[in-house]
């Protein structure tokens, strides 16, 4: 059985993180999407809240489990016994980006690999931080974010929404 761990903030998650899960879904008998902190980034949402919202929008993929954890990818990625890693790339400085966490990554576990998948050309400009600028200013995220937790995130982000 291969299994493949899909991690990220997702704050929140977007149209180009469910297209990445679900192609990642479709090569793998079972995909963890696995929320995570990164220490760089300060969120919106909080785990369980981003937990939630990733269940929310993937729960119509049998093969896909989602979780939550405040330590190491590494760790996670061997307590789960996963074969591999999948992250999505929009651009060069992705890759830049991917191909250092990877080195990071291998050195704490060698076993450790990674799959990266291309972005859709049209999901490739999306990122949660555009996200949370556009519905800040009560712009429509509707493109952005998936129908499940649309109202979800906009309930959150959009300052000033009459409720
Ligand atoms: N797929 C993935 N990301 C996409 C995307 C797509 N198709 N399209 C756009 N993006 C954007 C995201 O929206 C996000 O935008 P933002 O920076 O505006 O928030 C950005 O690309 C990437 O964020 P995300 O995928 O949510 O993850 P991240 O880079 O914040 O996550 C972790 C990094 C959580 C995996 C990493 O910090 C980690 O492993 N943390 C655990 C602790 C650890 O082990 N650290 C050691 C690492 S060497």
Known sequence: MTSLLFPGSF??????????????????????????????KTYAFDLEERVNMCKLA????????VVGSDGLLVDLFKELGCNAVVRGIRSESDYRYEAEMALANKLLCPDYDVTLLLCRSDLSLISSSIVKEVAHYGGDISGMVPGEILKLVEDRLMKGRPL
């Open 58 to 65: 993937l729960q119509d993929l049998d093969n896909v489990e």
């Open 11 to 40: 704050d929140p998650f977007t149209r180009g993180h469910l297209n990445i899960a679900r192609r990642a879904a479709k090569i793998c008998d079972k995909l963890y999407v696995v929320v995570m902190n990164n220490r760089k």
